[in-house]
């Protein structure tokens, strides 16, 4: 058979459409292929209603899950935030704790501070070398008991020209001030005119001192009567020694007014085993037994003054430099020892010339001149 050849299938079971039965089969034929349609386009309806629900369906269970995300996230976000503020407020407490630590610290150490200083304080006593003591006074009560006083010495500085007279009774000096200007003959046809003002002096009215041990220094007591120099000599020596629990010695003085001796070490931790041993055997003119007791620093933690009017000492300004220093100083005491011009028996008389530097001590109701 040849490819240019071709054929057609006839389905010779069917009448010929061109007959009645023909074309009746046809109809036929079409009926059920439109009745198959229908159904498979009802098949295909509900196939699509199906899948439209399902779809449905997946939409509201997507915005579901979608709103459920949503609020998980808020949620997780809102706990974050309250993690956040309870991490804020731990370390704020974190902080507070750590302060009140450093407090309890700085306490814990002012405590500790405090009860070394009053343990220092409690071993003051033992820095006093031992004296006997015989009382004489008389006995009361308590509430009577003085106060401690002590005298001042201070140094008062004096102008060119001026001159201090401390009579031995307050009233003459009184007097002198009330009379205020006073002329002064020099002899001759020389005369001066000078005035008499108060001597004010600040003193102190309250002094309160801190005292405590110092580390690199001891006193020495209980020592024999010997020349100076080779006592200290010896002590510095024995006291150098490592054997004899010494070290190295900076500094060594005599203190004449008790007899003792401050010897003052290099290190720090040489003294405190010197004074825990108290007595030590020393050879100076021959064996003798020494105390070492703790070297006492004080410090001012408290100090008021207050003006005070010396009541017997009035000074004198305005006098000219017309003649030489001594002469001038006896013509004007002899004046104001004088009864007729005001005064009376002078204790004191200290002149400063003009152009020259000069000051007075007062200690107690004494006053020197001290050249500067």
């Known amino acids: ?30 009926k059920k292929r439109h009745e198959q349609l229908l159904q498979e386009q009802k098949e295909l309806a509900t196939s699509r209603d199906v899948r439209k629900e399902l779809t449905r369906e997946f939409r509201q269970r997507t915005e579901k899950l979608t709103q459920s ?5 808020r949620a997780f ?15 704020q407490d974190e902080a507070k704790l750590m302060e009140e630590i450093q ?24 820095a006093v070398p031992e004296r006997d003591v015989v009382f004489n006074g008389l006995t009361g009560k308590p509430s009577d008991t003085p106060t401690f006083e002590m005298e001042p010495r201070i140094d008062y500085p004096m102008d060119g020209g001026t001159a201090l ?22 002899g001759g046809e020389c005369i001066i005119t000078v005035e008499a003002r108060p001597v004010q002096l600040m ?8 005292s405590e041990v110092c580390p690199r220094r001891i006193l020495i007591s209980n020592l024999p009567r010997m020349d100076t120099e080779t006592l200290l000599n010896k002590l510095e020596i024995h006291f150098s020694k490592r054997r004899n629990g010494g070290g190295e010695v900076d500094n060594c003085e005599m203190m004449p007014d008790s007899w003792t001796v401050v010897l003052t070490f290099v290190e720090k931790d040489v003294a405190k085993g010197l004074t825990d041993t108290e007595y030590h055997e020393v050879k100076l003119q021959q064996m003798h037994r020494v105390r070492v007791t703790p070297f006492l620093s004080g410090n001012i933690t408290n100090l008021k003054t207050k003006m ?4 017997r000492t009035v000074l004198l300004t305005g006098i000219p430099d017309v003649m030489e220093r001594e002469t001038l100083q006896d013509l004007l005491e002899i004046h104001f020892q004088k009864s007729v011009n005001g005064g009376g028996e002078i204790e004191a008389f200290l002149y400063n010339p003009l152009g020259e530097h000069t000051s007075a001590l007062f200690d107690g109701i004494s006053q020197k001149e001290e050249e500067q």
């Open 308 to 311: 005070s009017l010396c009541p």
């Open 203 to 210: 003193v102190p009215s309250l002094v309160e001192i801190d």
């Open 69 to 73: 995300l949503a609020e998980d996230k």
């Open 77 to 91: 976000e809102q706990k974050i935030e309250n993690e956040k503020a309870r991490l804020d407020l731990m370390l």
């Open 165 to 186: 007279v401390t009579f031995e009774e307050d009233v003459v000096a009184k007097k002198i001030l009330d009379m205020k200007r006073h002329r002064v003959e020099l």
């Open 1 to 30: 058979m040849s490819s240019d050849e071709s054929f057609s299938v006839v389905d010779v079971s069917l009448p010929s459409p061109d007959t009645l039965e023909g074309v009746k089969a046809l109809i036929t034929n079409y």
């Open 103 to 126: 407090a309890v610290k700085a306490a814990l150490r002012e405590e500790e501070a405090q009860n070394e200083h009053l343990k220092q304080q409690t071993d003051v006593f033992s």
